[in-house]
C-alpha cells in the first residue's frame, strides 16, 4: 500500500545580493537567480518530515512550486538545490548569512523554460531519502542559478500566500515494507543525472540486518556508464566488492555482495569523459 503525503514548507524565504543585510520573511514569493539588474536571489525552504511513518520506504518525493514570474522565457535555465547543513532563522537570515551549504557533486539540478502561472515539480528523492534514513540532519534546502551570468530569475509562491491552492510543497510518496512468509522485502530506486567523469557515491545503505541484497543498475541514457558495489564498516572506509561493470544504453546489471558489511553504496561514472549519462539504481534487500 503506497501512502500520499504533502507537507507545506516550515520555512520558505528568499536572500537578494543587492540588499545583502536585508531579510525579506514574511514576503509572498520565494525569488532564486538573477534579475535584468544583476541582483543575484537565492531561495530556501525547509519541510517537517519528522511525522514520517517509520519502517517504509520513500519512492519519491517532488518540491512542488508555482512559478508567479519568468524573467526570461526563452531560455532554459538550470538552477542547484543545495542541501542546508545548518539550523537557520527565517526572521533574520540575510544574503551575508546564508547558512554553510553542501555544493558538491552530491546535489540536484534542474531546469525552467517558459513555465508560468503553473506548478514546476523537481525530483528531490534522494536529499529526502537521505533525511528519512537520518543520514544528514534536515536543516532544508537551498536554490541558486547554476550560470549566475544570465538572466534567469524565478519568482514563486511562498507559504506566506494567503490562497492555499498555490502553495508550496513537498510531495511524497511511500511504500510499506511486502512481508512475504514473515520475510520483509524492501525495495528503493533512486535517480542519478548526470555521471560525472569520476567516481560519486550514490545514497547509502544500512545493509547489517539484511539476509541478502541486490543492486539493479539501469542505464537510462544514451551513454556507457561505469559502476560498482562499495561496501564499509563504519560509513567513512570503503572498499570495492566487486567487478567494474560497463553499463550500455538501456541495458540493467545486477551486483551482489561478495562480503558481509554493515554500509553499501553503488558508485558510477561516465565511462568516456564527457559523455555523461542517467542512470536508476534499485536496492532490494530481505531481512
Given amino acids: 500500500m503506497n501512502a500520499n503525503i504533502i507537507r507545506i514548507p516550515v520555512k520558505s524565504v528568499y536572500v537578494a545580493s543587492n540588499q545583502p543585510n536585508q531579510n525579506f520573511d514574511g514576503c509572498s514569493s520565494v525569488l532564486f537567480g538573477k534579475n535584468s539588474s544583476a541582483t543575484l536571489f537565492k531561495g530556501l525552504f525547509q519541510f517537517d518530515i519528522c511525522e514520517l511513518p517509520k519502517g517504509y520506504v520513500i519512492t519519491s518525493a517532488n518540491l512542488a512550486m508555482y512559478i508567479t514570474t519568468n524573467e526570461n522565457p526563452s531560455v532554459s535555465k538550470l538552477y542547484y538545490i543545495f542541501r542546508v547543513r545548518e539550523e537557520f532563522d527565517e526572521a533574520t537570515v540575510t544574503y551575508n548569512t546564508v547558512p554553510d551549504l553542501d555544493t558538491s557533486a552530491d546535489c540536484t539540478a534542474f531546469s525552467i523554460g517558459n513555465e508560468i502561472y503553473t506548478y514546476t515539480r523537481v525530483d528531490i528523492t534522494r536529499l529526502v531519502n537521505q533525511w528519512y534514513t537520518g543520514r544528514y540532519d534536515n536543516y532544508g534546502l537551498l536554490i541558486t542559478p547554476v550560470n549566475e ?139
Fill in 149 to 287: 551570468a544570465i538572466v534567469s530569475a524565478i519568482s514563486a509562491y511562498s507559504k506566506n500566500i494567503a490562497d492555499e491552492r498555490y502553495y508550496p510543497m513537498l510531495e511524497i510518496t511511500m511504500k510499506m515494507p511486502v512481508l512475504i512468509a514473515y520475510r520483509e522485502t524492501l525495495s528503493a530506486t533512486e535517480t542519478i543525472a548526470p555521471t560525472y567523469n569520476d567516481y560519486r557515491a550514490a545514497t547509502v545503505y544500512d545493509v547489517s540486518q539484511d539476509i541478502n541484497y541486490t543492486y539493479f543498475v539501469k542505464n537510462t541514457g544514451a551513454q556507457n556508464c561505469d559502476v560498482r558495489l562499495e561496501i564499509s564498516a563504519d560509513g567513512s572506509n570503503w572498499i570495492v566488492d566487486s567487478q567494474v561493470y560497463t553499463v550500455t544504453p538501456n541495458q540493467t546489471v545486477s551486483i551482489i555482495p561478495k562480503a558481509y558489511s554493515k554500509y553499501a553504496r553503488i558508485s558510477y561514472k561516465s565511462s568516456v569523459f564527457d559523455l555523461c549519462t542517467s542512470i536508476n539504481i534499485t536496492i532490494q534487500t530481505q531481512k
